[in-house]
């Protein structure tokens, strides 16, 4: 059984951060990729940023990119994701998932590609 437990998750204010963990466990567990989606009330889900584990590589969207960072602990199955200079539109349950699928990059931009989902964590960002 694959868990994903995420963790960090919490209330801010605008220009504000946050840090999120996800641990990864399970016997079982093998992935290509780790990454972030959230999902705003009302809303479809999101992707927000990625990490591939063959070659560091990391995926995020345009609306992050350049505030949200991505890393992983190099002794652990764990993956962050820093989030600098939010905004009340950041506002969302972010979900930490898991892909078993190898692609060039751009599968990780929707949630078709992940196969293990943790539970998320509430981030509010108050304006």
Do not use: H
């Not at 591939?52 to 199955?77: A, E, H, L, Q």
């Not at 590609?113 to 539970?119: F, L, R």
């Amino acid at each position: 059984q694959v868990q994903l437990v995420e963790s960090g998750g919490g209330l801010v204010q605008t220009g504000g951060s946050l840090r999120l963990s996800c641990a990864a466990s399970g016997r079982s567990f093998g992935s290509y990729a780790m990454g972030w989606v959230r999902q705003a009330p009302g809303k479809e889900r999101e992707f927000v940023a990625a990490w591939r584990w063959i070659d560091s590589n990391t995926y995020y969207s345009d609306t992050v990119k350049g505030r949200f960072t991505i890393s992983r602990d190099n002794g652990k199955i764990t993956v962050y994701l820093q989030m600098n200079r939010l905004q009340p539109e950041d506002t969302a349950l972010y979900y930490c998932a898991a892909s078993r699928t190898y692609c060039d990059g751009t599968c990780y931009y929707t949630g078709d590609a992940y196969d293990y989902w943790g539970q998320g964590t509430q981030v509010t960002v108050s304006s």
